[in-house]
């Protein structure tokens, strides 16, 4: 069973840069990892997403913006968020995927605000 466990959320002013990681317990070299998040109040909303040979997509509201990424040797995988908006604050869940199975994390806060 695939455990994951978020890190690096914070409280950091606008403009500013949060990195979060994503540690898996097993082997996702063959799944697809994404990124979402949910402020209260809101639907959990899809961030960024990457396959397992590194082709990434993501949500208008972060492109440009946001870089999503993984290490399979490591069994990690990153969102490294630039420019940094008050509207970003939410809980940030990472999720790995395949056809069958879906793997959550527990979530990490992130925080904008001056």
């Known amino acids: 069973q695939v455990q994951l466990v978020e890190s690096g959320g914070g409280l950091v002013q606008p403009g500013g840069s949060l990195r979060l990681s994503c540690a898996a317990s097993?082997?996702?070299?063959?799944?697809?990892m994404g990124w979402y998040r949910q402020a209260p109040g809101k639907q959990r909303e899809w961030v960024a997403s990457?396959?397992?040979?590194?082709?990434?997509n993501y949500a208008d509201s972060v492109k440009g913006r946001f870089t999503i990424s993984r290490d399979n040797a490591k069994n990690t995988g990153y969102l490294q968020m630039d420019n940094l908006v008050p509207e970003d604050t939410a809980v940030y869940y990472c999720?790995?995927?395949?056809?069958?199975?879906?793997?959550w994390g527990q979530g990490t806060q992130v925080t904008v605000s001056s």
């Open positions: 990457i396959s397992p040979f590194g082709w990434t």
């Open positions: 999720k790995v995927f395949g056809s069958i199975y879906d793997y």
């Open positions: 097993g082997s996702i070299g063959n799944l697809n």
